[in-house]
């Protein structure tokens, strides 16, 4: 369980060759760059170190100063921690698309091992057998993995009896989101908590994870994660696999007693304790 753990406009090419189009553009780019210069030299208490170099770059060419700085303010704006955040076109979130699962999944029936791999493959294998067959299987897939041991996910099944839906964060580099799970059958659905507000049970998935029980008898459980990239990364689904785990799958009296709370009595659950939870994790 450790695992588990715009569209472009052409223009044509005499335009181009207009000169007035392109004094106008060196004359705007230069106003700009002397005007961004001036505030660098009240702002940048090392400006006077570079002044001469950066002095040669804007009179050489405006464009390339101003390219330059915009890089250079991108840049800082990168968080310090973690995998750069990929810009949200929330404007998607008013449309829903279609979900990441199988009708299979969105019924609610059982996903099968079968649909994905021959099951005489495994038949003979011991559980260490198995557990590299399915990590190679996986390894160059956009996917999380696990093989994880039935105790825990018999656990985790009884838990998400009495807790079938959970909120969870993920770090953002400006706060946190939130991200809304449901258990069905041996899938795990996961969805933005903002997606959930604006379609409810038609909002589009970015992770669901699902448990394979064919191998039981070998004292295994093989699980997989199918992620959207578009919304999350990799690291964000194994962080939200791995709170999975630590909320079901482990008897830890405050996580409980946020499940607890959450199910029962939603009005007095606190957002901010389920981050301070993740914050607290020791990884």
Not at 5 to 23: K, M, N, Y
Not at 41 to 69: G, M, T, W
Not at 221 to 233: A, C, F, P, Q, S
Request: with cysteine; aromatic share 8%; net charge neutral.
């Amino acid at each position: 369980m450790a695992a588990f753990c715009s569209a472009t406009r052409v223009v044509p090419r005499s335009f181009l060759r207009f000169p007035a189009v392109r004094g106008f553009r060196m004359s705007s780019a230069r106003e700009q760059s002397e005007k961004v210069l001036e505030e660098m030299k009240e702002k940048n208490p090392y400006f006077d170190k570079y002044a001469s170099k950066i002095a040669a770059v804007q009179q050489r060419s405006p464009e390339e100063f101003l390219s330059r700085l915009d890089q250079v303010e991108k840049e800082q704006k990168k968080p310090k921690f973690g995998a750069p955040e990929v810009d949200r076109d929330y404007s998607e979130l008013l449309q829903p698309k279609a979900p990441l699962a199988t009708e299979a999944t969105r019924d609610g029936s059982q996903r099968k091992l079968s649909d994905i791999m021959r099951l005489e493959l495994v038949e003979d294998k011991s559980a260490d057998d198995i557990k590299h067959l399915w990590l190679e299987y996986h390894k160059h897939k956009e996917m999380i993995t696990a093989v994880i041991p039935v105790d825990q996910h018999s656990l985790m099944m009884q838990r998400a009896k009495q807790h079938p839906i959970f909120i969870l964060p993920i770090p953002r580099s400006q706060g946190y989101e939130f991200i809304m799970l449901q258990f069905a059958a041996n899938t795990i659905h996961f969805t933005p908590l903002l997606n959930y507000q604006v379609h409810k049970e038609n909002a589009p998935e970015c992770l669901n994870i699902t448990f394979y029980t064919e191998c039981t008898d070998k004292g295994v459980v093989l699980m997989r994660g199918e992620y959207d990239t578009k919304v999350i990364n990799a690291q964000e689904a194994q962080c939200l696999a791995n709170q999975v785990q630590l909320y079901y799958s482990q008897n830890n009296e405050k996580k409980l007693r946020l499940l607890e709370t959450f199910s029962r009595q939603p009005e007095k659950f606190k957002h901010m304790d389920i981050i301070e939870e993740l914050n607290n994790l020791q990884i």
